[in-house]
């Protein structure tokens, strides 16, 4: 027997289909405030289906593009001649998922009997998400979001920049500031405009708010001895926004549709670099900069 929920993100819906025995709420807690009894006849951006391991599909052609560690476990990703296959490998706990290659449809074998279950299984509808918006003129990016005045701001960089530590330095010094995401928000462009929206995904800090803002600026942080901002513009602003999006690099497809989304970002939105100390100086000098023609 099995049991399909669905969810909204980011405007989003998609469903998860999950054998009857598994408690939704204990498996998938993050996901609940985008939980939705219906979505009526509107077409799910993606069916993720869990199957026991002798209904997953089989391939014996795979070629191997990428392999990494991170938040997720140890991840494999292999390409198939029509779609993804994918591992995460977890305190010897094995979880696959096989993707069509637009992630329209996922079949996934969890192992129940890992007591982080619901973390792989997050992981993995993480992953089909992340690659099925970038058709739609969307993007889920690596950073830490926060929103005042009715503006969301997200500061990206590699692990251990700073960028939690910047967003909690916006929340003491600036008035009226709350977290709206802690790793990763996700930002869809709407009729030309840029809008930034929680979601089930923030890393190790518990937020996760259905709701959204107009983006007032993006900012790449890099640790330094001084504050100091620079404002990005046409390409370098390209560059500055490009290392935090999650998509599958070698897709011409999805590759094609991220960059049209950061052409758009980076021509509408303010970006810029901070050369920053974990103080209150470098929050009020960032907030300054990026408000500046507000």
């Known amino acids: ?47 993720f289906f869990a199957v026991p391991l002798s209904q997953l599909p089989c391939s014996e052609t795979k070629e191997l593009i990428d392999e990494t560690d991170n938040d997720m476990g140890h991840l494999v990703l292999y390409a198939l001649s029509d779609g993804y296959y994918i591992e995460i490998i977890n305190n010897g706990h094995l979880h696959r998922m096989f993707a069509k290659s637009d992630f329209s449809s996922v079949e996934a074998h969890i192992q ?21 918006i970038l058709r739609h003129d969307a993007v889920s990016i690596h950073a830490s979001a926060v929103f005042c005045n009715g503006q969301a701001y997200l500061f ?24 709206l995401n802690d790793d990763n928000p996700t930002i869809r462009i709407l009729n030309g405009k840029a809008y930034a929206y929680g979601s089930p995904w923030s890393g190790k800090t518990a937020c996760y708010k259905n709701v959204s803002f107009p983006v007032g600026g993006m900012v790449r942080l890099n640790q330094a001895p001084e504050n100091s901002f620079q404002l990005q513009e046409g390409a370098d602003a390209f560059v500055v926004l490009y290392p935090g999006c999650s998509f599958i690099a070698r897709d011409e497809h999805l590759r094609n549709s991220l960059y049209d989304t950061l052409t758009v970002l980076a021509g509408s939105v303010t970006v810029g670099t ?3 100390l974990p103080d209150k100086d470098a929050a009020l000098m960032c907030n300054r900069e990026l408000t500046r023609k507000q």
Not at 112 to 126: K, T
């Open 1 to 47: 027997m099995t049991a399909t929920y669905y969810f909204r993100v980011a405007g989003f819906p998609f469903s998860v289909s999950l054998p009857g025995a598994c408690d939704i709420e204990e498996l998938l807690p993050s996901f609940l405030p985008f939980y939705e009894t219906s979505i009526g006849a509107e077409e799910p951006l993606f069916r």
């Open 112 to 132: 129940w009997d890992d007591v982080n279950a619901g973390n792989a299984l997050s992981s993995l509808i993480r992953v089909a998400y992340a690659q099925a």
């Open 156 to 179: 990206l960089g590699k692990s251990g920049t700073g960028k939690s530590t910047h967003s909690a330095l916006w929340i003491e010094n600036i008035p009226g500031t709350e977290l």
């Open 274 to 276: 901070l050369d920053c």
